[in-house]
Nanobody, 115 residues
Framework: QVQLVESGGGSVQPGGSLKLACAVSGLKSNINVLGWYRQAPGKQREMVGTIDDNYKRSYADSVKGRFAVSRDNTKSIVMLWMNIVKPEDAGVYFC?????????WGQGTQVTVSS
């Protein structure tokens, strides 16, 4: 019903920047929230940032001031702008969409932080 495909993952230096993109397709009319989660090895998946239909954004405390979520007005793409990246930001990043009571997930994209 809703398909999410992430891109942009890779290796980034500490203090560097990286942009992740998520292409959204399918039945998008009922999507209320788009955003990003991440999962580091040995840890639970955690919310990174979300954006709703009113363009209200929510962020994890650990990324506030460094990361930003954005989307276009057709819900075709959602971005994660990562700045001043830290080693603890490494992990698999997942794009997510909430449509009513249903959640949809992308396949994930790996982000490695190394010097």
């Amino acid at each position: 019903q809703v398909q999410l495909v992430e891109s942009g993952g890779g290796s980034v230096q500490p203090g560097g920047s990286l942009k992740l993109a998520c292409a959204v397709s399918g039945l998008k009319s009922n999507i209320n929230v788009l955003g990003w989660y991440r999962q580091a090895p040995g840890k639970q998946r955690e919310m990174v940032g979300t954006i709703d239909d009113n363009y209200k954004r929510s962020y994890a405390d650990s990324v506030k001031g460094r990361f930003a979520v954005s989307r276009d007005n057709t819900k075709s793409i959602v971005m994660l702008w990562m700045n001043i990246v830290k080693p603890e930001d490494a992990g698999v990043y997942f794009c997510t969409a909430r449509a009513g009571s249903r959640d949809f997930w992308g396949q994930g994209t790996q982000v490695t932080v190394s010097s």
